[in-house]
């Protein structure tokens, strides 16, 4: 049933690793992003694929990569991990880029 | 740029009763979608009510409601009967109208609802 799902929802790692997270959506959406929500709560876009493409690349350092194998999937892979890192990092989907957006539940990335 | 503001970083209301929240942006455009968005302690951002700027009547579902103003650019969200599980962190959010990066959400720093019994 889950419409946008995110794994790992927790990810604890050391600063200098490189990790991904993964994102699914079954709604036949489009349209992908990733945001950034830190610890102050304030949630900031970063990416946005449509129908593969890249159409949406906010002031992100780039240790920051998005990957899309397919219209279903966008993945996130940050390279050489630091502190400033740790957030929470939501995908969300919409069905064109003027449709309403749909969240995923959201993963906590802790870079100690 | 557009700019979204939540004046209100706490609200408290009691069960059963209503509170409004308050919101306010910036923008040129004449069209444009705004957004209310509730964030439970579970952190799942779940879209509650949503406005396109060209539409005069006010957005409702069920117990919530708008009060747009568009040339205040204010959006305002009330709760009528509030209930236990409305509490949560509340995120007003705009988008442009039209595609490519307009389709980015804009987000005000939230607001935190506690309902009391």
């Known amino acids: 049933d889950t419409a946008v799902s995110q794994t790992p929802k927790y990810l604890v790692t050391q600063m200098g690793n490189d990790k991904s997270i993964k994102c699914e959506q079954n709604?036949?959406?489009?349209?992908m992003y990733w945001y950034k929500q830190d610890s102050k709560k304030f949630l900031k876009i970063m990416f946005s694929?449509?129908?593969?493409?890249?159409?949406i690349n906010e002031t992100v350092p780039n240790r920051f990569s998005p990957k899309s194998p397919d219209k279903a999937h966008l993945n996130l892979h940050i390279n050489s991990l630091e502190l400033g890192d740790s957030a929470v990092y939501f995908c969300?989907?919409?069905?064109?880029?003027?449709?309403?957006?749909?969240f995923g539940p959201g993963t906590r990335l802790t870079v100690l | 740029a557009q700019t979204v503001t939540q004046s209100q970083p706490e609200m408290s209301v009691q069960e059963a009763e209503t509170v409004t929240l308050s919101c306010t942006y910036d923008?040129?455009?004449?069209?444009?979608?705004l957004f209310w968005y509730k964030q439970p302690p579970s952190r799942q951002m779940i879209l509650v009510i949503r406005q396109e700027a060209y539409k005069q009547q006010n957005a409702t579902e069920n117990r919530f409601s708008v009060n747009f103003q568009k040339a205040a650019k204010s959006f305002s969200l009330k709760i009528s009967d509030s209930q236990l599980g409305d509490a949560a962190m509340y995120f007003c959010a705009y988008r442009r109208w039209g595609t490519g990066t307009a389709s980015k959400l804009t987000f005000g720093t939230g607001t935190r609802l506690q309902v009391t019994l």
């Open positions: 969300a989907s919409s069905h064109s880029v003027a449709d309403t957006q749909y």
């Open positions: 923008t040129s455009e004449s069209d444009y979608y």
């Open positions: 694929y449509n129908n593969k493409e890249l159409i």
């Open positions: 709604l036949g959406h489009d349209t």
